[in-house]
């Protein structure tokens, strides 16, 4: 089985930074995309952004400029730098993760618990 574990969330105020960080652990053979989601009350969740495991990178509008995404493939971990925080940013953020965990087995999308994050003004 596989397990994706967030850390790092919290409160911050207006104009701070948080980093999150996953780790994926359990029965891996290969990691494709990892990236994070952010669910705010009220509203469908949506991607924030995405790495592929050659590290190309994908970003929500909004967050461009301001967030970055990177991991760490030797520990199968992923990071979000998230700086110049706004009130707009509170939600629980997600984990997600394209995982084999077999040779010639297919991909299977994992996901986190969620973390919150939440920015005062």
């Known amino acids: 089985q596989v397990q994706l574990v967030e850390s790092g969330g919290g409160l911050v105020q207006t104009g701070g930074s948080l980093r999150l960080s996953c780790a994926a652990s359990?029965?891996?053979?290969?990691?494709?995309?990892m990236g994070w989601y952010r669910q705010a009350p009220g509203k469908q969740r949506e991607l924030v952004a995405t790495i592929t495991s050659d590290g190309s990178t994908n970003y929500q509008y909004s967050v461009k400029g301001r967030y970055t995404i990177s991991r760490d493939n030797a520990k199968n971990t992923v990071y979000l730098q998230m700086n110049s925080l706004k009130p707009e940013d509170t939600a629980v953020y997600y984990c997600?993760?394209?995982?084999?965990?077999?040779?010639?087995?297919?991909?299977?999308?994992?996901w986190g618990q969620g973390t919150q994050v939440t920015v005062s003004s």
């Open positions: 359990g029965t891996i053979f290969s990691i494709n995309r």
């Open positions: 997600n993760a394209l995982i084999r965990t077999a040779w010639g087995g297919p991909m299977n999308n994992f």
